[in-house]
């Protein structure tokens, strides 16, 4: 398929990773390739790039995407269980030189609206990222509690009448099994009062929060950037992309904890935490696309990169 959308942070990213020939690299989450095409460019048909993504229809998109180019190895994975995935491949070499990350729906997902991610149009409720898996949107959205859904819709959603909307989709569901996308859309409208519709779609924060919950976006976070880091040779980087506030702040503090950051009392005479550092963050602050790459594609809006260097 034609991608509608350009790679996130393109350029920031691919001078983040500081892309040498001759070395390896991983991305952890391919989707369409388009940050995995200019790596390769500057590889120059030397080294390595391992593509992971736990989306099967992505990889076969990306393929196609990358075909000019032999020095590929793809994996049908999801990229928190980075550690094992390249300790089980029986590669003949430890660590690799770069890892980037670029987190959240893919544009190549957004783009395929009969996977359900999108609120536009109707479609079946799915919103997996690996179609293997056994939860959808269909399944959260009619089984699990009111407080359960209230919960998720206001934590990864930050969204104000996440109660009201988790209160109607329980009372929907009563009279009538919610099986599509534009069900859904259309009780969020009917919960959200008209004055507070003026910012973006009604339903882009319930959906963004449903299907974080599907494929558990942010619970293993933490311990997959740590795990990235420790895969890294000296000098090798990693670079992430966050589109949510709670996955940057999983970023800030696994990057914080690599850096060696003491998290003792501050009235204690010594370090007893243990804090050891394992490299540097390249950036305090995280990069934000520039404006005109923010009103050329609206998915750049919120999205944050931040890159670790090992030492």
């Known amino acids: 398929m034609e991608f509608k959308h350009k790679p996130v942070l393109l350029k920031e990213t691919i001078e983040g990773l500081n892309v040498r020939k001759n070395c390896i690299y ?9 940050h995995s095409k200019q790596i390769l460019k500057k590889l ?21 995407n990358l075909n000019e180019f032999k020095n590929v190895c793809y994996i049908h994975a999801n990229h928190d269980e980075i550690k094992n995935i390249f300790n089980g491949n029986k590669f003949n070499f430890s660590k690799v030189d770069g890892i980037l990350l670029d987190l959240g729906v893919s544009s190549y997902q957004l783009d395929e609206k009969s996977r359900g991610f999108s609120y536009l149009g109707n479609n079946e409720l799915d919103m997996r990222m690996d179609k293997t898996q056994d939860l959808t949107a269909k399944e959260v959205i009619n089984t699990y509690s009111e407080s359960e859904l209230a919960r998720i819709i206001f934590e990864y959603g930050d969204e104000r009448f996440a109660k009201k909307i988790a209160l109607n989709i329980c ?8 099986s599509t996308t534009e069900q859904l ?9 008209n004055f507070a519709k003026n910012n973006g779609h009604p339903a882009k924060k319930t959906f963004q929060a449903i299907r ?12 997959t950037i740590l795990d990235s880091i420790d895969l890294l040779n000296v000098a090798g980087r990693l670079c992430v992309i966050t589109f949510h506030s709670l996955e940057d702040r999983a970023v800030k503090r696994a990057f914080e904890k690599a850096e060696g950051k003491c998290t003792c009392p501050k009235d204690l005479p010594y370090c007893v935490c243990g804090a050891k550092s394992l ?17 050329e594609n609206s998915r750049a809006k919120s999205a944050k990169l931040r890159i670790f260097e090992k030492k």
């Open 26 to 34: 991983i991305d952890g989450t391919l989707g369409g390739a388009g």
């Open 44 to 64: 120059e048909n030397t080294g390595l790039l391992i593509g992971i993504d736990r989306d099967e229809e992505a990889l076969k998109a990306a393929k196609k």
């Open 171 to 178: 009372k929907h569901r009563k009279i009538e099994k919610i």
């Open 185 to 193: 859309v259309k009780i969020i409208e009917e919960s959200i009062p």
């Open 212 to 223: 974080i919950e599907v494929n558990n976006e942010i619970d293993p976070l933490y311990n």
């Open 279 to 295: 490299g540097k963050i390249i950036n305090k602050k995280p990069i934000i696309p520039k404006e005109e790459e923010q009103k």
